[in-house]
Each structure stands twice: as C-alpha cells, then as structure tokens.
Nanobody, 117 residues
Framework: QMRLVESGGGLVQPGGSLTLSCAASGSVFYRQAMRWYRQAPGKGRELVAFISNAGGGYTNYANSVKGRFTISRDNAKNTIHLRMQSLNAEDTAVYYC?????????WGQGTQVTVSS
C-alpha cells in the first residue's frame, strides 16, 4: 500500500516557473518508477514525465514539455519533484503523481497549476 501526496501547485504567470513535489509513503519507494500526469479541463489525462526506480537514471518526457520540465527523485525523502519552467497557458491542469506496485496503481489527489496573467 502506498500513499501519494502532491504539493506545490498554484497560480503562475506565463513564462514563470513552479516546482511540484510528491511525497510517498512506504519503505519500497526506491523500487518504484514514478510518473507525473496532468489533466486539463475537458481533456483526458496526459503522461507528462517518467523517472525510473532506484537512482532514477532514466527519465522521459512528453514532447509538449520536453526541455521545459525536469523530473527528479530524492529516495532519502521518499519524494519526487517536477520542475516546470517557461510555463504557458497550455500547462494549466491538475497534476498527479502515480506509481504502480504489484499490479496496483496508486494516484495522489492532484495539485492545481494555473498559468495566467
């Protein structure tokens, strides 16, 4: 059983930056590959970023955020981060962290990011 709690969302101006965090419960966090998804109003959920387990040596990004977003992990704190830069209105969405363990998907409650002037 894992619990995921996102934080760090808010209102930011176009061109601004924001860093999201996701704190995970459980002692096996370092074994978990982790993902950030987002869901914009009226749209489906989109995979934004992926980081591999353990040292997090492999990352991957949606084309829409490549070069602007950076996913990272801190296994000592059971936390992942999503550093978002050069934000624009199309990045407005609820952002969720997600992982799968023993065939079960775990999702956080989401954190709202609004990009607006």
């Amino acid at each position: 059983q894992m619990r995921l709690v996102e934080s760090g969302g808010g209102l930011v101006q176009p061109g601004g930056s924001l860093t999201l965090s996701c704190a995970a419960s459980g002692s096996v966090f370092y074994r978990q590959a982790m993902r950030w998804y987002r869901q914009a109003p009226g749209k489906g959920r989109e995979l934004v970023a992926f980081i591999s387990n353990a040292g997090g040596g492999y990352t991957n990004y949606a084309n829409s955020v490549k070069g602007r977003f950076t996913i990272s992990r801190d296994n000592a704190k059971n936390t992942i981060h999503l550093r978002m830069q050069s934000l624009n209105a199309e990045d407005t969405a609820v952002y969720y962290c997600q992982t799968t363990s023993s065939g079960t998907e775990y999702w956080g409650q989401g954190t709202q990011v609004t990009v607006s002037s």
